[in-house]
T-cell receptor
Framework: DTGVSQDPRHKITKRGQNVTFRCDPI?????LYWYRQTLGQGPEFLTY????????KSRLLSDRFSAERPKGSFSTLEIQRTEQGDSAMYLC???????????FGSGTRLTVV | QKEVEQDPGPLSVPEGAIVSLNCTYS??????FMWYRQYSRKGPELLMY????GNKEDGRFTAQVDKSSKYISLFIRDSQPSDSATYLC???????????????FGQGTILTVHP
């Protein structure tokens, strides 16, 4: 296992289209987080899964955003009716324990044109 | 006002210099403090992880936490061109209750070490 994997690395989409990103965490990690990072800013928390349960969602996660983690393995983040303001790097991170640092993936860079 | 404030720089130093990076925060519930390094178009990579106040050293890197002042620092000794990256401070509370251990990040400081 080589770490947290995210796919695709880069996505360009037209405004109004739907997009879906995938995250494969480190296999023994039961905690999974999604963050969004815009240019020149630190990552901002979006949502958290413990196993398959989505336990917390940020108010940044509007109703156009949905995330799932079926069977507590990989996770998907879908954005419906994309807007130019959705352009950002979407980062996934996983962790095995309640404390400790996370391991981040390389992110999916979304560009909405 | 943001919960975590970090000077975005940019910071440019010559090779071999000692680099000091800093963050201040306002949430007294934060107990775990981290520094991440992020290269361009990559995800953040965990450099240092500390709990509560004190110092921690790992090779050329030293992390300091002063909870009484709500101030954390990262020192890089003998800086190298390969240290050129964005450095992000991050912190979390004890992950009890409903926080689930989510991290709050600073804005990031862009560091360039020139030969």
């Amino acid at each position: 296992d080589t770490g947290v994997s995210q796919d695709p690395r880069h996505k360009i989409t037209k405004r109004g289209q739907n997009v879906t990103f995938r995250c494969d965490p480190i296999s023994e990690h039961n905690r999974l987080y999604w963050y969004r990072q815009t240019l020149g800013q630190g990552p901002e928390f979006l949502t958290y899964f413990q196993n398959e349960a989505q336990l917390e969602k940020s108010r940044l996660l509007s109703d156009r955003f949905s995330a799932e983690r079926p069977k507590g393995s990989f996770s998907t983040l879908e954005i419906q009716r994309t807007e130019q303001g959705d352009s950002a790097m979407y980062l996934c991170a996983s962790s095995a324990a309640r404390i400790g640092g996370y391991t981040f993936g390389s992110g999916t860079r979304l560009t909405v044109v | 006002q943001k919960e975590v404030e970090q000077d975005p720089g940019p910071l440019s130093v010559p090779e071999g210099a000692i680099v000091s990076l800093n963050c201040t925060y306002s949430n007294s519930a934060f107990q775990y403090f981290m520094w991440y390094r992020q290269y361009s178009r990559k995800g953040p990579e965990l450099l240092m992880y500390t709990y509560s106040s004190g110092n921690k050293e790992d090779g050329r890197f030293t992390a300091q936490v002063d909870k009484s002042s709500k101030y954390i620092s990262l020192f890089i000794r003998d800086s190298q061109p390969s240290d050129s990256a964005t450095y992000l401070c991050a912190m979390r509370d004890n992950a009890g209750g409903t926080s689930y251990g989510k991290l709050t990040f600073g804005q990031g400081t862009i560091l360039t070490v020139h030969p």
